[in-house]
Structure formats: C-alpha cells, structure tokens
C-alpha cells in the first residue's frame, strides 16, 4: 500500500501535468516505481507489459508468460498521467480517449486497476 508521502509524490507530480518546466526526473522516477510496485502486488502476472518512459516498465496481470520479443499485450503513457490515474485524478477512458494511453492487445484495459487503493 502506498505511505502518506508517496500519495502526497504522486498528487506533486501529476499536478504538474499542465505547467510549464522541467519536473523533477528523480522524485518522478520514485512515483513511478512505487506505482508499479503496487500494481505488481495488485496484479501479479506476466501477460502485459506496462511501459513508462523513460522511467520503468514492468509485467502485470495474470495469463499467457510473455518471455522474449514484443509482448502479447502493451500499454505505454507518461508518468504525470500514471500518477493522475493512481490518484483518480483523470480516469482510464479519458486518458484513452485523449490519445494519452497507448493500449494494444489482450487484457490491455487496466481501468479496472486504477485509482489505487487508499
């Protein structure tokens, strides 16, 4: 479960969606990884590959192993959206519609993940 000070990392950074300027790369990469540490505990699995550039990328959800190559089932979006998803800032569907999330193949519609559990 995510601590006070990682819900309070990912409010900062997924406020600063709409301003101007460089956001901080390593408190960025700290609210990424303790996202998808959740995730992984949420969701164990191997059967989709969940990409944050630059940041981390991690495999979730239950199903078919993915070993080598391309993944069966890819989603890929930025890290101040990551974080407005796990603090129900913006939902999957807007994000999806905005051409924000990048979504392909089986069981790439995690909506069902987000927001993360207080």
């Known amino acids: 479960m995510l601590s006070p000070q990682e819900r309070e990392l990912l409010a900062s950074i997924a406020s600063q969606a709409d301003q101007v300027g460089e956001v901080d790369k390593e408190e960025t990469r700290t609210a990424v990884k303790a996202i998808l540490r959740e995730l992984t505990e949420i969701a164990p699995g191997r059967s989709v590959e969940l990409r944050i550039p630059p940041f981390a990328a991690t495999q979730i959800i239950e199903g078919r192993t993915h070993r080598r190559?391309?993944?069966?089932?890819?989603?890929?979006?930025?890290?101040?959206?990551?974080?407005?998803?796990?603090?129900?800032?913006?939902?999957?569907?807007?994000?999806?519609?905005?051409?924000?999330?990048?979504?392909?193949?089986?069981?790439?519609d995690l909506s069902f993940l987000f927001p993360l559990p207080i």
Not at 75 to 91: D, F, K, P, R
Request: glycine content about 10%; proline content about 2%.
């Open 69 to 108: 190559g391309t993944p069966a089932a890819v989603v890929e979006l930025n890290a101040m959206s990551l974080c407005q998803l796990a603090i129900g800032q913006s939902t999957w569907s807007e994000l999806v519609n905005q051409g924000v999330i990048l979504a392909s193949g089986e069981r790439s």
